[in-house]
């Protein structure tokens, strides 16, 4: 399992350096960091800030590899389970990851469909996000 793990880090590894970039720029502005199963989480500072322009008010969350941005740590709360979900298909495809998802998007507007909500990889992080907060429901019933 651990070379299992490791591949996966190094496939993600593209991506995952540039998402280091941003948290290390994001970070030194006064964004909070931590570092939870592998998966280094950052939010607040500047990014909340950036996500208040108009080309970013859309994004909530993004994940660059094994790097997650959320707007405030509440937002990472809320969208963990949807974002690492992002994480395991940057494992998946590695550097291809970022090509692929615009691709969906392209190929949902094409069919007259939204762009996000219709992005097949979209639908996998919506429905282990849905699953997630369906179970959490149950064990508070």
């Given at each position: 399992?651990?070379?299992?793990?490791?591949?996966?880090?190094?496939?993600?590894?593209?991506?995952?350096?540039?998402?280091?970039?941003?948290?290390?720029?994001?970070?030194?502005?006064?964004?909070?960091?931590c570092?939870?199963?592998?998966?280094?989480?950052?939010s607040?500072?500047?990014?909340?800030?950036?996500?208040?322009?108009?080309?970013?008010?859309?994004?909530?969350?993004?994940?660059?590899?094994?790097?997650?941005?959320?707007?405030?740590?509440?937002?990472?709360?809320?969208?963990?389970?949807?974002?690492?979900?992002?994480?395991?298909?940057?494992?998946?495809?590695?550097?291809?990851?970022?090509?692929?998802?615009l691709?969906?998007?392209?190929?949902?507007?094409?069919?007259?469909?939204?762009?996000?909500?219709?992005?097949?990889?979209?639908?996998?992080a919506?429905?282990?996000?849905?699953?997630?907060?369906?179970?959490?429901?149950?064990?508070?019933?």
């Amino acid at each position: 399992m651990p070379m299992q793990r490791f591949l996966a880090y190094t496939w993600a590894a593209p991506v995952s350096l540039f998402g280091l970039l941003l948290l290390l720029l994001a970070r030194g502005l006064g964004a909070q960091v931590c570092v939870l199963d592998g998966v280094a989480e950052c939010s607040g500072g500047p990014i909340d800030k950036i996500s208040r322009l108009p080309f970013f008010s859309q994004f909530a969350a993004i994940t660059l590899g094994h790097i997650i941005f959320a707007n405030d740590a509440a937002c990472m709360q809320r969208l963990r389970v949807h974002e690492r979900t992002h994480v395991k298909q940057y494992e998946r495809w590695g550097p291809l990851f970022p090509p692929l998802y615009l691709l969906s998007s392209a190929w949902a507007l094409l069919r007259g469909k939204h762009y996000y909500r219709d992005n097949v990889f979209e639908i996998e992080a919506f429905a282990a996000q849905y699953a997630d907060e369906a179970a959490q429901a149950q064990k508070n019933a």
